[in-house]
Each structure stands twice: as C-alpha cells, then as structure tokens.
C-alpha cells in the first residue's frame, strides 16, 4: 500500500476542517473535493476530455451495475477500469451494497451474503463479502469499498445493531479478500442515526488500521440536520492521518459542514441528475433553464465560472436545446454543474489553506445560506 498516503497540509483553527493530498498510483487528490459519479464507466454525457477541465480529479464507478452489465470480465479484458473508459485519473469504486439493499423485494440477505434476481435478465445473482471483492479487483480502481449492509431510514434501532455487526464481520472477509497491493480497501462506518453505535462501529474499524474510512447509510431519506449530527459525532473519531469519505452526499450545505467536521471526500449523482431535467447550478442557487425568463437571455451561465459553458455559451442556447430536446443540453449543462460542485470544494480547499475557512463559508455552516 506504499502508493496510497494522505498528507494533511493546513487545518482549520476554529473548525475540524483541513486540507490535504490523498496519493494514489494514478495520482493525487487534492481534499476537500466532490468527486463525479460514472455509474457506468462514465459521467453522463460528459466525455473524459470534457471532465477533465471541470477540476474533477476521481471518478466513481458501480460495482453493482457494471457487474450486471458489461461484466467485470470484459472490464478486465479492457485492461481495468481507467482502460475501459479512458480515464487516466484516480478512480474509486462502491461495494455495490447500497444498490443491491436499495432491491428490498428482490433480495434475501443472509450472513454469507445477499441473494438477488438480476433486474435485468431475472437471473439469480449471489453477491457476498468475497465476491464484491473479486469484481472490484477486475474491475481495477484505486479506491476499493468493502462490502456493507446499509440499513433504511427509518429502522429500529435493532435492526440497526444487525447490520452494523454483519458489516463488520464482512469487513473482515472483505479484508482477507483483498489480494491487490495497487488497490486501498477503505472500511465503511455504519450504525443508522445511533450515535452510539457510530462510535462503536468507528473505534472498530480504527483498529484494523485501513488505507481510508468512510462514512455510510446517510442521504438514505434522514432531514439534513440529522445527516450533519452523525457526521459531526463521527467523523473525529476516524483516524488523522487517513483520508475520510462521506458517501453520497453532495449539497453545498451539507459538504461544507462535513468538511468542518473533518471530511475529505464527497459524491453525489446531483450534477448530472440535475442536468438531465435541464437544472443548473449557479453560486449555490438552483436554476430552472426551461423557464421563459431565459430565452432572450445572451448572458453566460455564470460569468465567474471558467467552464467551456460559461465561456461559450448563452442562457438563451441553453433555454433553447432544452426546449429543442437536444442532446446537448444535457452535456453542456453537466459540464457546468460538475465545474461548480467541483469549485466549491476547491475553493473550500484555498480558503483553508488561507486561514480564512470560517470567514468566507461561515453562512453555509450556520445554515443562513440557501441552495441545493
């Protein structure tokens, strides 16, 4: 694991906020930063050409949905993931827990694993600890999930100690899986909105010292300020000197205030989602690009933004194919909100290197501020 190091370069004084570098064998990640969804081997209408300039650095791929389809022995053949799609960047890849829980009239789980009718096909598919290791070691990525039972909002708090337990013990098995010294296996703290058994959970797997930790089964249905209690109670208790993940979350509210609890990483399918109903995001405020007050509007997107859609292109053309039903509304307006997302971590990332954390994002972290 000598590839995988993270680097603390300045820390907040008044919050538990820092910046730092996670190394992988396809290079660095400068933290805090937002980190693009490829579902499927790719950001949605968004080429690798394309990425690159909007300051994505790691890219994530689905375990679950590339073993239905291509199949992580064609990937493999490919030459891996960053082969297959072209991506020569750090990639990470999920355990496929989250998908495969999200099948709750699909599926049987047991302590081997969980059983699952394909929703493809209708075939019978077993995905236990191993096996999710197994594909993701095809597949290739970087950054590697374990294996995890992601209980549902809301669960009884019995329910809830099931999972957390089964996670670790998978955890275990996930870890003597594991045979690629090019890939960092993170952990994933489970435990519902128990605090308890968060910290429970996280003192666990602190022990088995892992490459990364991350922070699970929230943005499953809790209120935001249920979110940000378990990642503020959390999050100082997962080791400094590793990078910390919070998995699936991705407003600007919430990113901030994760990051003055300590967090690094961040992922979330809004960008694109947001684009394909031809919504942008603009300086933290949600625009609607179907409505009227656009069409003679010859304005950029956002003047301050650097990407090759405010640099180009109107409101106006963008109103426009989106009316027109065009394709590539859907790739310009993703361009866009990745670029801004992306941003708004690395402008987190300066403002704590300069010291100045709490005066420049002090209305995202009381809340004052709005937008998605």
Not at 252 to 273: K, N, S, W
Not at 278 to 286: E, F, K, M
Request: charged letters at 20%.
């Amino acid at each position: 694991m000598t590839d995988f190091t993270y680097t603390c370069e300045a820390r907040c004084r008044h919050t538990q906020a820092r910046a730092g570098v996670f190394t992988t064998p396809h290079g660095p990640v400068q933290t805090p930063r937002f980190m693009p969804v490829g579902t499927l081997a790719n950001v949605k209408t968004v080429t690798p050409e394309q990425l690159k300039p909007t300051g994505a650095q790691m890219v994530l791929a689905n375990t679950y949905h590339l073993h239905l389809q291509p199949g992580e022995e064609i990937v493999a053949a490919a030459g891996g993931l960053h082969q297959f799609m072209g991506w020569d960047g750090p990639m990470l890849t999920d355990s496929g827990g989250f998908q495969v829980f999200s099948l709750s009239e699909m599926r049987t789980i047991s302590e081997q694993g969980v059983k699952f009718r394909s929703p493809k096909d209708g075939r019978q598919i077993n995905i236990t600890p191993e096996e999710s290791i197994r594909i993701q070691n095809q597949l290739g990525a970087d950054v590697i999930m374990a294996f995890d039972e992601c209980p549902p909002y809301p669960a009884s708090r019995e329910a809830v100690v099931v999972a957390t337990d089964r996670t670790y013990r998978w955890l275990q098995r996930c870890i003597a899986a594991h045979d690629r010294q090019d890939q960092a296996l993170f952990g994933i703290v489970q435990g519902g909105v128990y605090l308890d058994l968060r910290s429970e959970a996280a003192a666990a797997l602190r022990d088995l010292d892992l490459p990364g930790y991350a922070i699970g089964g929230v943005s499953v249905g809790e209120p935001p300020a249920l979110i940000e209690k378990i990642v503020q109670a959390t999050t100082p208790l997962l080791p400094l000197d590793k990078p910390r993940y919070l998995m699936g979350v991705g407003t600007y509210r919430e990113m901030a205030q994760a990051i003055a609890a300590g967090m690094d990483l961040f992922d979330c399918v809004i960008p694109t989602r947001l684009a394909r109903h031809g919504s942008a995001l603009v300086q933290g405020d949600r625009w609607n690009l179907k409505n009227a007050r656009f069409r003679q509007d010859f304005t950029p997107l956002d003047a301050t933004c650097p990407c090759y859609t405010c640099q180009t292109f109107s409101r106006a053309y963008l109103c426009h194919l989106i009316h027109a039903h065009e394709l590539l509304a859907f790739t310009l307006i993703s361009i866009h909100n990745i670029t801004e997302l992306v941003r708004f971590t690395q402008t987190i990332r300066a403002a704590i290197l300069n010291d100045r954390f709490v005066d420049e994002f002090g209305p995202w972290l009381s809340g004052k501020a709005t937008g998605p």
